[in-house]
């Protein structure tokens, strides 16, 4: 699986792209974006996906649904 950023509740600060530790996350058009491809939702490195940790907007970034 992998996260997704929900563009109308991200207010593009930023705080999640240098939190990645796969730097899936980058800004295309002024959003920011998760590349699906290449988020592994930190398993077997973190408890909880990073971006989501210091995401400000609670629901902003939530799990692709399978």
Do not use: F, H, R
């Amino acid at each position: 699986m992998a996260m997704k950023i929900d563009a109308n509740l991200c207010t593009s600060c930023g705080d999640c792209e240098p939190e990645c530790p796969t730097a899936s996350i980058s800004v295309k058009k002024g959003l920011y974006v998760i590349s699906a491809s290449g988020c592994t939702e930190c398993e077997g490195e973190y408890d909880k996906p990073q971006c989501v940790k210091v995401c400000p907007i609670k629901g902003c970034i939530t799990q692709i649904a399978a």
